[in-house]
């Protein structure tokens, strides 16, 4: 279990937990980040916002908030599935 | 699949009169095209405040259609209805209490998973909801294929195919508007159940809270919120709520506190069920088109490279093409104040000059800063538009990040070049009470048209040929304060939390000349409006100063004797009291600079460089670009900031650093 900006660009994640508030918790859950959720990082360059794909939309993470969120890494072979 | 019965009976659809008027309520997630649609609705019948007490934009609109009448009410783009921000208490608030008709969910086909979830959403409240599927022509261009029939079948409320930039399926959401209000489309939701695991006790808290919810909250839908610990609602059954239920409640809430996730993980998995025969995604390695143009477009080093060239043909489009009109305009102006001068022989002379130079002069310079802002205002609504300016913002996070900001700062300050009023306005974009003081603290350092404006006249009558060398160091003074004063305030001053960046990044697509036609209009009407009152109204002020007592001879006038007061002040920057003047009633409007210059010294390109050492002209033109914002400006801290102290902190860094940086040009320049 990582934290998203251990991934690399290509490598999707599961999602297992959201660390954080109450209110950065719920704006993430609606935005479709929820437990067993495949998030795929298209952009992680080790400084500066991370870019996700997440139910099919592209959203912009600053570290910190990516940093709160821990995935399990899927293997790169595997379709993304949803885990439920 | 269970659903409470009180629900049904306020679901259910009720024939209204024919003649009576139809509110319908357009909610969707941000960037689904809902304005579009909003827009090819009402076209120019629309109105545009605020909802009542809030810096919310609130646009409404009306359309006739088969002799009926439809009065539209266009809510605040919103992600969930969770009481997270004001907008998504505006968004459900409207719903619950004002009752509309019916609600029209629009959602983006190319991204019907996660846009679908605010329907999850509305479809607890009591409301019918027809369901537009817009921007299908960009689920194509992407590769998702949907089938609104197919999704129609599973949801059981109307689905309307739409491509709402090409005024494709108008007619057709009409229509299902229609049959939802008159009974005629057999509507009946299949709605977004609970977790098993957590149905037991959404029952427990229905029956808690059951005898003390107001009439116009339905209660399985309160006890949902109370699940997801929703604050306001939370606020609101404390408070009804005797004690002792309430400590039942509260201890339910506390053993279930991360239940958020649960129900947003149910809301997502009903969604699964709903587009699994209705939506077929692209293939795995199809790219679609958004997939190829970010390959470079938010590339670290060629997304950075691609962003200053697009800013780069920003500017000049905006200056190479509309500084010959702004010329054009000027002349045109000039031409009718020596009409009007003419044509009003014989009536007293101070009120021939008040009409033609006070009133005609000084509305007219205003005006022609409107190609300027045309043109910049369509360039940017056409970048919003397509879906690149959150790409911008992303590239611009790295940089602003020093300062306290985020990308989201960036679409406001950009703004700022232009005019900083809608740069302040535009601040709302941003979460954080934090990040968006910070913006609208640094905004005013953005030198708006007014001030490149005046740059633009005066530095060729000081420096000649040096001109553009001297503008181009007078617009990095600027920005190279704004990003120390961001730094210093974001290090020392303004400690606490950190702002968070969480942003969409919507598909790019076709731009809608229409939407980018209305995106300037409520620009330049906004601006229009400061010109036609506050600019009006001070520029005859100040030629009042000027001409009075001493019937227009201004060495004698009123504005002679504020001058010569200040010429303290002015002699320890090098500068003669008119130029003083000419400062200060930049407050009123930048641009009024010249024009004060114009009535103290007639003809100040040949005067001015006589009077003022290089130093002395160079730190006089630091000064103009840092001084204190424009009064519009200030009126528009004051209202986004809501409070005195903070337009005050604004008004006096401005001061001091304008001052500051003056003597220090001034005297530096004194010692070379």
């Known amino acids: 279990m990582v934290p998203l900006t251990a991934l690399n660009p290509g490598q999707v994640g599961l999602i297992h937990q959201l660390r954080g508030g109450h209110r950065f918790v719920s704006r993430l859950a609606a935005l479709g980040f929820t437990p067993g959720a495949p998030v795929e990082v298209m952009r992680n360059h080790g400084f500066g916002p991370l870019i996700v794909a997440v139910r099919g939309a592209q959203v912009a993470l600053g570290r910190g908030e990516a940093n709160h969120i821990l995935v399990y890494v899927q293997e790169e072979t595997d379709a993304p599935s949803e885990k439920r | ?672």
């Open chain 2, 1 to 672: 699949m269970h659903h409470p019965k009180n629900v049904e009976q306020t679901l259910a659809p009720h024939p209204s009169a024919e003649t009576a008027t139809i509110v319908v309520a357009l909610a969707g997630q941000p960037n689904v095209g809902k304005s579009t649609i909003f827009n090819a609705l009402t076209g120019l019948n629309q109105h545009v405040g605020n909802w009542p007490g809030k810096t919310v934009e609130r646009k409404t609109g009306s359309c006739t259609y088969r002799d009926r009448h439809l009065d539209l009410v266009d809510l605040p783009g919103t992600y969930s209805l969770t009481a997270n921000s004001v907008e998504e208490r505006i968004a459900r608030d409207y719903i619950l209490h004002e009752q509309p008709d019916v609600v029209v969910a629009v959602v983006d086909a190319a991204i019907p998973e996660r846009s679908l979830y605010l329907l999850a959403e509305l479809l607890q409240l009591p409301a019918p909801v027809v369901l537009v599927l817009n921007m299908m022509d960009v689920a194509a261009q992407e590769g998702v294929q949907v089938e609104p029939q197919v999704l129609q079948a599973a949801l059981g409320i109307p689905v309307v195919p739409m491509c709402a930039t090409k005024n494709q399926g108008l007619q057709n959401l009409l229509d299902a508007i229609l049959n939802v209000v008159d009974g005629v489309f057999p509507y009946e939701p299949r709605r977004p159940v609970i977790l098993p695991a957590h149905q037991a006790i959404l029952e427990q808290l229905i029956t808690l809270i059951a005898d003390v919810v107001p009439a116009s909250y339905p209660p399985d839908w309160v006890a949902l919120k109370l699940l997801e610990g929703d604050e306001e609602v939370v606020a609101l059954m404390q408070a009804a709520l005797p004690p002792p239920v309430w400590k039942q409640v509260h201890d339910i809430l506390y053993h279930h506190e991360d239940a958020i996730l649960d129900v947003a993980g149910a809301r997502y998995a009903w969604i699964a069920r709903m587009t699994r025969a209705a939506v077929v995604r692209p293939k795995v390695g199809q790219m679609g088109l958004t997939a190829r143009l970010d390959r470079g477009l938010t590339h670290p080093v060629w997304g950075t490279l691609a962003l200053l060239g697009v800013l780069g043909i920003v500017f000049w489009l905006t200056y190479a093409v509309g500084t010959p009109l702004q010329e054009g305009l000027d002349e045109l102006i000039q031409h009718l104040v020596t009409m009007l001068h003419d044509s009003l022989h014989g009536m007293p002379h101070w009120l021939v000059d008040l009409l033609s130079d006070g009133l005609l002069g000084g509305a007219g310079m205003v005006i022609t800063f409107l190609p300027i802002l045309v043109i910049f205002f369509a360039v940017l609504g056409f970048l919003e538009d397509t879906g690149y300016m959150a790409r911008a913002a992303y590239i611009a996070d790295r940089f602003m990040h020093a300062m306290g900001l985020h990308g989201k700062s960036f679409m406001p300050l950009l703004l700022g070049f232009g005019c900083n009023v809608p740069a302040i306005l535009g601040s709302r974009i941003i979460e954080t009470q934090r990040a968006r003081r910070l913006t609208i603290l640094l905004a005013p350092l953005i030198p708006c048209a007014a001030r490149m404006a005046v740059v633009a006249v005066l530095t060729p009558v000081f420096f000649g040929k040096e001109a553009a060398w001297v503008a181009w160091a007078l617009v990095a003074v600027n920005l190279g304060l704004l990003a120390v004063i961001g730094i210093v305030f974001n290090r020392l001053v303004l400690k606490g939390e950190q702002s968070m960046f969480i942003m969409e990044l919507p598909l790019y697509h076709l731009p809608n000349a229409r939407t980018i036609g209305l995106y300037v209009w409520q620009n330049v009407i906004a601006f229009l409006r400061k010109a036609g009152t506050v600019i009006l109204t001070a520029s005859v002020i100040v030629w009042l100063l000027s001409y009075f007592p001493a019937n227009g001879d201004v060495m004698q006038s009123y504005l002679a004797w504020i001058g010569r007061a200040l010429s303290p002040l002015g002699s320890a920057l090098g500068l003669p009291w008119p130029v003083m003047v000419a400062l200060l009633t930049s407050f009123v409007a930048k641009e009024n600079t010249i024009a004060t210059l114009g009535v103290l010294y007639g003809d100040f390109a040949t005067v001015l460089p006589t009077l003022l050492a290089p130093s002395a002209a160079l730190g006089f033109l630091v000064v103009q670009m840092l001084f204190i914002p424009c009064v519009a400006t200030v009126a528009a801290i004051r209202q986004e900031t809501q409070s005195w102290r903070w337009t005050a902190l604004s008004l006096g860094m401005m001061l001091g650093i304008s001052l500051g940086a003056g003597f220090l040009v001034y005297r530096i320049g004194m010692l070379i």
